[in-house]
């Protein structure tokens, strides 16, 4: 079984990775105890048996079955019901464990490390399965900073194997992660949805906001000219969906064909860097929470989307070239805050500046050209602490566990300052951006 240890953070980060993609806890665990504790934290949150069905994308009988013992729990099983609770496997696992520290925010890897690992793992492998079905959803919908429980997600992990039986192949579809709030899904039977398609050979991928209309009426051209229209989408995107879906008509459904408003599709040697692929997830977001209003008139917009100030082209610079850093009144801030103390151990001695003042550095917690998604708030003093020049010569090139324990302990700290401030991020996603992953 693989468990959250909250006293070893050079074991954390590997722990929550093997109990979002690993099987191997299934064959160990109890799973009628497993089954209890999901489903009085159901109950606790006050999910209906039609929420969890929709949540977990079973159907009703399915769903039926598990939640009354009728039916054997499997990991995907597991890893679904708890994902839709908010949670990672880990406390459901381990009935002792305190299930205030397993929210799902808080440890997945960023979306552009797990769609590298999923490339990495060979198809029908359990990883395989898992990354696309469970720990990308997480981290996209962490990463955008929405409560995770509040969307419905469909994912699907493609694969081509051979059944031993008739010796046919079957599979091959196409790998796709979809999500939609589940207030916006009404007897209207129209659900704007945004999600993200690779190709079966993962040669190809496709971001898209897109209407999805379950019963056609033959009024779906109109209502998708319409709504591009309200949105400002130009024709020559309109036109370049288009040809792209005509050309990979195999795997790009056909919903989607009919209901597309904004989308962004190219092989996969095109796929954006790191810090761009977050940005492109971020932009479609906002577009999709923009036809959420445009269609059902509910608001969606998360309030640091509306405040976020872009970095200037000049800052980006300074950026990739390695010159950025926090104007020195943020820097004077910063250092007030702590009161010239080591945040790390407050107890360390340094020298006296120019100034007559103990001389301690400000360093970011989340390196800035790994947090340019959020915008300015970046370079604002939530993101800086205050460290002697020991410690930050030790967070730079100190040993693993030394690097690990001062981030893990400087982020806890801070945390809850960061999200407010808009940088959603998760503990994972900190270390690897610290290059710790």
């Excluded at 995907?76 to 609770?85: F, G, K, V």
């Excluded at 960023?110 to 079905?133: R, T």
């Excluded at 070239?321 to 910063?334: M, Q």
Aim: glycine share 6%; proline share 5%; charged share 25%.
């Amino acid at each position: 079984m693989f468990f959250f240890d909250f006293n070893n953070s050079t074991s954390a980060t590997n722990a929550i990775t093997q109990s979002l993609v690993s099987d191997s806890f299934v064959h160990t665990a109890e799973l009628d105890s497993i089954r209890t504790l999901l489903g009085k934290e159901t109950e606790k949150q006050g999910l209906r048996s039609s929420d969890l069905a929709e949540l977990t994308g079973w159907s009703p009988s399915k769903t039926s079955k598990l939640t009354a013992g009728r039916q054997r729990l499997t990991a995907e099983d597991i890893r679904t019901w708890s994902r839709a609770l908010g949670y990672t496997p880990d406390p459901f696992i381990d009935g002792k464990a305190d299930i205030r520290y397993y929210n799902l925010g808080g440890y997945i890897r960023k979306p552009s490390d797990a769609l590298e690992a999923y490339f990495c793992v060979l198809d029908g492998e359990p990883e395989h399965v898992a990354i696309a079905q469970y720990e990308l959803p997480l981290s996209i919908l962490a990463m955008l900073g929405v409560k995770i429980s509040d969307y419905a997600v469909r994912a699907n992990a493609s694969g081509f194997t051979i059944d031993p039986v008739t010796r046919r192949g079957f599979g091959n579809t196409a790998t796709y992660i979809r999500f939609w709030q589940r207030t916006t899904t009404d007897n209207e039977n129209m659900t704007p949805e945004f999600g993200l398609w690779l190709s079966p050979e993962n040669d190809y991928f496709l971001f898209a906001v897109y209407l999805n209309r379950k019963s056609e009426d033959g009024a779906m051209p109109q209502l998708r000219a319409a709504y591009k229209d309200t949105l400002q989408v130009e024709d020559k995107y309109t036109d370049e969906f288009d040809k792209f879906a005509e050309m990979h008509r195999d795997w790009v459904p056909g919903f989607l064909r009919q209901g597309e408003i904004v989308s962004i599709g190219s092989d996969t040697n095109m796929l954006p860097q790191p810090g761009d692929f977050e940005n492109t997830l971020i932009d479609l977001f906002r577009k999709y929470c923009a036809l959420v209003w445009e269609v059902k008139g509910i608001d969606l917009l998360p309030g640091k989307y509306r405040q976020r100030e872009e970095i200037s082209s000049f800052r980006q610079l300074d950026i990739l070239n390695g010159y950025a850093d926090f104007y020195p009144e943020v820097k004077e801030k910063i250092l007030q805050r702590e009161k010239y103390l080591c945040e790390n151990n407050p107890a360390h001695s340094t020298f006296v500046d120019a100034l007559g003042r103990p001389y301690m550095e400000v360093v970011p917690i989340v390196p800035f050209e790994e947090g340019m998604q959020f915008g300015t708030n970046i370079f604002e003093q939530e993101n800086g602490v205050c460290l002697c020049p020991m410690c930050r010569a030790q967070m730079k090139y100190g040993s693993l566990n030394d690097r690990e324990d001062m981030i893990f302990k400087l982020f806890r700290k801070h945390q809850k300052a960061l999200q407010e401030k808009g940088i959603e991020i998760s503990l994972t996603q900190v270390l690897a951006a610290n290059g710790l992953a």
